[in-house]
């Protein structure tokens, strides 16, 4: 059973660049969350989508955002990339959105603005 | 507004003794509880959680207790081994607006297991 997997493991990008990073859920969930990880940080969330909707938003400008396919995969974008964004960015997956379930996470990607 | 801190940045311990991992949470109507174990360049991992409705839970070599009169969580780790060496994290959850899986995360504690 395939668990959370994220695409690029690592990313280096130049600032003012756009970034575009992936996800693919567990199977069988249907809710993904993107969070960003500054080093030495807890997660922070971004957003999460479900139903190819975002259903809620963190503190984040709009330079970040999203999309959810009908595969349930999403996708999460950074415009105008600021040195302040390198960061571990997770995707995590659940089974729904209404009511707390597990939430898995994936590897991350480690994304470096210069 | 809402956070989650720990008390301890930092835990060491010897190898094969209890370890207890604290954190203190702000926001009263959370509801649901998770531990999660990050090692160096991988992700959470999912160790435990607990809903508000109880005050232990156990699993293999972990137990978390959740005293909601303090607002306070801890995670007990039995005869601690070195694979336990990680940051962990302690997660909550609340249902905001109807329904949302948004985890509010802590700083996390690092665990070291020396030999």
């Known amino acids: 059973d395939a668990g959370v997997t994220q695409s690029p493991t690592h990313l280096i990008k130049t600032r003012g660049q756009q970034v575009t990073l992936r996800c693919s859920p567990k199977?069988?969930?249907?809710?993904v969350s993107w969070y960003q990880q500054a080093l030495g940080q807890g997660p922070q969330f971004i957003f999460q989508?479900?139903?190819?909707?975002?259903?809620q938003r963190g503190n984040f400008p709009d330079r970040f955002s999203g999309h959810q396919f009908p595969n349930y995969s999403s996708e999460l974008n950074v415009n105008a990339l600021l040195l302040g964004d390198s960061a571990l960015y997770l995707c995590?997956?659940?089974?729904?959105?209404?009511?707390?379930?597990?939430?898995?996470f994936g590897q991350g990607t480690r994304l470096t603005v210069v | 507004g809402e956070s989650v801190g720990l008390h301890l940045p930092t835990l060491s311990v010897q190898e094969g003794d209890n370890s207890i991992i604290n954190c203190a949470y702000s926001?009263?109507?959370?509801?649901?509880f998770i531990w999660y174990k990050q090692e160096s360049g991988k992700g959470p991992q999912f160790i435990i959680d607990?809903?508000?409705?109880?005050d232990k839970r156990q699993g293999q070599r972990v137990t978390v207790l959740l005293n909601k009169t303090v607002k306070h969580l801890s995670l007990q780790i039995a005869a601690t081994q070195p694979g336990d060496s990680a940051v962990y994290f302690c997660?909550?959850?609340?249902?905001?607006?109807?329904?949302?899986?948004?985890?509010?995360f802590g700083t996390g504690t690092l665990l070291a297991v020396q030999p």
């Open positions: 199977s069988g969930h249907d809710t």
């Open positions: 607990i809903r508000s409705n109880m």
């Open positions: 995590a997956s659940s089974l729904g959105w209404a009511g707390n379930t597990e939430a898995f």
């Open positions: 926001n009263s109507a959370s509801d649901y």
């Open positions: 997660a909550e959850s609340a249902l905001y607006g109807g329904a949302t899986n948004k985890l509010i």
């Open positions: 989508y479900y139903e190819e909707e975002e259903r």
